[in-house]
């Protein structure tokens, strides 16, 4: 073994590695430099749900974001099943930009690995660093306006809301 | 989830129970690990800078106790004894200083007597002096005492950063251990309002310690230029004293001012104290507490001079310590409750 090797063994976390290699395969963590992912590191709790448990309900204030680590949900609303999430996808997203209630209902469709990111802790790292501040807000800005595009029949009506 | 059955409530409570009285039987002890797993508090966003670099934790914690190891050697070594001088020599000078001080007021007190007779007759000066001198006397000699006695020597140099160390390496592990045993249901709850409450709490407890660091080491670097006697007094006095906004600067200036008088008995002393402890002023103003203190809690004056003295009143010197902390805990945790709604921007949805 080299000393290089020795050296990288002895001062540095292995499961920091693993964890930056899965931040890259979430799109709102895209452009974002080694450094950056560690700072968003240390804002992301991670819990176990077991298959078939609700992590949210429509209507319930949101507060945190969800990545999906291992395992998958299902997003429902109105008692119908709207898509499935698997591993590097995230929900929840409205919740770090507002405390506005939840419009869909998750549960886990098997047992998950879920990351939480919580609006509090997002707006101090925002704050803290806010070149990383910058480009999580312009990466979930970019998914939002992706998400309004996709919406159908845009282009025959505008929407309105109020 | 389903709700407590009576039986699981019965021993709920009496698990509580027993710890509760297992703690007040040990109480004595329980400082140092109270102090230390406030240590790990507040040091734990440190822990997650450095780590965010990819070390790992202990490494990370190892990082941190050597530098705290440099400033703390370069105090311990070089203030230290110079603290523990001056206190010995401001004992053994109290009764100079209280009968030079007297000296200037006695003058005062023949001019007085002289123009009110009934001032002498009631012995007003005669009493007031002899009371002072009694406090003064007994409340100098106390003061190294009141600081050994809160805090042994051992439990300062020992316990606390040996007790620290494990908190800060075991804590991310204990945190994980509590988030996994909170039902699902409530994690988004109970979290966020932890988070919300050491978002402003924590921010204003680690920006008073910064705000104090800076100005007790800069009044004590500019005390000792200007060859200013207890400097190192002065100048922790000034650091702990300028939580108080407004108030706290003075006590500084005050006291540095007397002392300069004394010893060089010449009013420019009075203006360089005066300027230095402006410029320090000016600097933590514009400097320091834009950035330290950010969106925390602000007392106002006010609340901070009550809340001290009902401290005093209630726990005495230790009351004062925790005073601020305490009143700084009641006000986010009402700044929490009542905490207006974020101003949703309102925006016909009409999609260019």
């Not at chain 1, 077991?50 to 429509?58: W, Y």
């Not at chain 1, 319930?60 to 898509?83: N, P």
């Not at chain 2, 040091?43 to 490494?59: M, Q």
């Not at chain 2, 966020?192 to 921010?203: I, K, P, Q, T």
Request: charged content about 20%; proline content about 4%; overall charge positive.
């Amino acid at each position: 073994m080299d000393l290089r090797d020795l050296f990288t063994k002895i001062f540095f976390d292995r499961e920091y590695k693993e964890k930056i290699t899965f931040f890259r395969t979430v799109s709102l963590f895209s452009g974002l430099s080694d450094r950056a992912l560690g700072n968003v590191l240390g804002i992301v709790h991670s819990k176990i749900y077991p298959a078939g448990e609700t992590v949210f309900k429509a209507g319930q204030e949101g507060k945190a974001l969800y990545i999906v680590k291992t395992g998958e949900v299902k997003v429902s609303r109105d008692g119908k099943e709207v898509c499935r999430l698997g591993s590097g996808e995230f929900f929840g997203e409205m919740a770090l930009l507002e405390e506005i209630p939840r419009t869909a209902t998750v549960v886990t469709s098997k047992e998950s690995q879920l990351l939480l990111i919580y609006k509090v802790r997002f707006d101090e790292l925002a704050e803290d660093t806010p070149r990383t501040g910058v480009m999580l807000l312009r990466n979930l800005a970019s998914i939002l306006s992706a998400r309004i595009r996709d919406l159908k029949d845009l282009d025959t009506k505008p929407l309105q809301t109020k | 989830m389903r709700d407590l059955t009576a039986r699981e409530i019965f021993i709920i409570a009496v698990v509580i129970g027993v710890t509760g009285w297992f703690l007040y039987l040990v109480r004595d002890i329980l400082l140092p690990f109270v102090l230390s797993a406030f240590f790990t508090y507040l040091l734990s966003p440190l822990i997650f800078r450095i780590e965010s670099f990819g070390l790992k934790k202990i490494i990370s914690v190892v990082i941190l106790y050597l530098c705290f190891f440099v400033v703390f050697a370069g105090i311990l070594v070089y203030l230290v004894p110079k603290a523990i001088n001056e206190l010995a020599v401001l004992r053994n000078n109290a009764p100079r200083y209280f009968s030079e001080t007297k000296g200037l007021l006695s003058d005062f007190q023949f001019k007085i007597e002289d123009r009110y007779p009934f001032v002498k007759e009631k012995q007003i000066f005669d009493t007031a002096s002899k009371k002072v001198e009694e406090l003064f006397e007994s409340e100098v000699a106390r003061i190294p005492g009141y600081v050994l006695g809160i805090f042994s020597l051992f439990s300062i140099i020992v316990l606390i950063p040996v007790l620290t160390f494990f908190m800060l390496l075991g804590s991310a592990e204990l945190f994980q251990k509590m988030m996994e045993a909170i039902p699902p249901r409530y994690v988004e709850t109970t979290l966020s309002l932890f988070y919300e409450a050491d978002s402003v709490l924590g921010r204003y407890i680690r920006g008073q310690m910064v705000e104090t660091s800076f100005v007790g080491v800069l009044s004590i670097v500019g005390l000792l230029a200007l060859g200013i006697d207890y400097a190192v007094l002065i100048g922790a006095a000034a650091g702990i004293a300028n939580m108080i906004p407004y108030v706290g600067p003075f006590v500084g200036f005050i006291l540095a001012a007397f002392v300069g008088l004394l010893e060089y008995k010449t009013a420019m002393i009075v203006i360089k104290v005066a300027v230095l402890f402006s410029v320090i002023q000016f600097l933590d103003n514009n400097l320091i507490q834009p950035i330290v203190i950010g969106r925390g809690v602000n007392l106002s004056p006010l609340t901070i001079v009550f809340s001290l003295l009902a401290g005093a009143q209630i726990f005495g010197i230790l009351g004062m310590i925790i005073a601020v902390p305490v009143a700084g805990i009641i006000k986010t945790v009402l700044t929490i409750i009542f905490k207006p709604r974020a101003k949703k921007i309102e925006e016909k949805a009409v999609i260019i």
